[in-house]
């Protein structure tokens, strides 16, 4: 059975520093990796995505996350925060071969301070 | 190209009740899946159609359930409604593949199912 796992619920950050999201699996095969964003009334939109090619990947609005297969985790990052980047973000997980089901860590909910 | 939809958007029912919820995906999406989002729950998959087929199954009581059409749109049923059923629930579709790019899921706005 696959599970995710994100630390911290709420995170709190100030405009213009680092963002880090921490998220961690477990799957007994290689996994596909998602990070989405949700923002109020709104449902989720991808971020990014690791798919076994390169462990550093680079998604929209400046977010990166870093495939570790030795720590199970897929953290994500963004250098520099900005107010629009307030939102809750999910990290999921999939088998891939086992059909499209997601596998959603709790979320995590950004604030950020002026 | 349109994203997915799903109407409709806001629904209040009450204990007992049935209701349908409806999910247009992506054009040439061929697989449709069903989430449940709730506050102490988190999103939870209920399942996933491909090619009209159940493809995936969450572990949800027999009153879920779902179809989809020859045109890849989707319907899900929540009979005999109870208070706990009260959730967001968000579709989303994809290319139907399992690797790569064709197992993206993209997500429709949600249903806001409030039961009283």
């Known amino acids: 059975a696959q599970s995710v796992t994100q630390l911290g619920s709420h995170v709190s950050v100030s405009e213009g520093a680092l963002v880090l999201l921490r998220c961690n699996y477990s799957?007994?095969?290689?996994?596909?990796l998602f990070w989405y964003v949700q923002y109020p009334n709104q449902g989720l939109q991808l971020l990014l995505k690791?798919?076994?090619?390169?462990?550093l990947v680079k998604g929209i609005n400046g977010f990166e996350a870093e495939f570790k297969k030795s720590e199970t985790s897929f953290h994500l990052t963004k250098p520099s925060a900005h107010m629009s980047d307030a939102a809750e973000y999910f990290c999921?997980?999939?088998?891939?071969?086992?059909?499209?089901?997601?596998?959603f860590g709790g979320g995590t909910r950004v604030l950020v301070k002026p | 190209k349109a994203g997915v939809t799903q109407t409709p958007r806001y629904l209040i029912k009450t204990r007992g009740q049935q209701v349908t919820l409806s999910c247009s995906p992506i054009?040439?999406?061929?697989?449709v899946s069903w989430y449940q989002q709730t506050p102490g729950q988190g999103l939870q998959f209920l399942f996933e159609?491909?090619?009209?087929?159940?493809?995936n199954k969450g572990n949800f009581p027999g009153r879920f359930s779902g179809r989809q059409f020859s045109n890849s749109r989707s319907e899900m049923n929540v009979s005999t409604l109870e208070l706990g059923d009260s959730a967001l629930y968000l579709c989303?579709?994809?290319?139907?593949?399992?690797?790569?790019?064709?197992?993206?899921?993209?997500f429709g706005p949600g249903t806001r199912l409030t039961v009283l």
């Open positions: 054009s040439g999406h061929r697989s």
């Open positions: 159609y491909f090619s009209e087929t159940q493809r």
């Open positions: 989303a579709s994809s290319l139907g593949g399992t690797s790569g790019s064709h197992n993206e899921q993209f």
């Open positions: 799957s007994s095969v290689p996994p596909y």
């Open positions: 690791y798919t076994s090619a390169a462990t």
């Open positions: 999921a997980v999939t088998r891939g071969a086992a059909g499209n089901k997601l596998t």
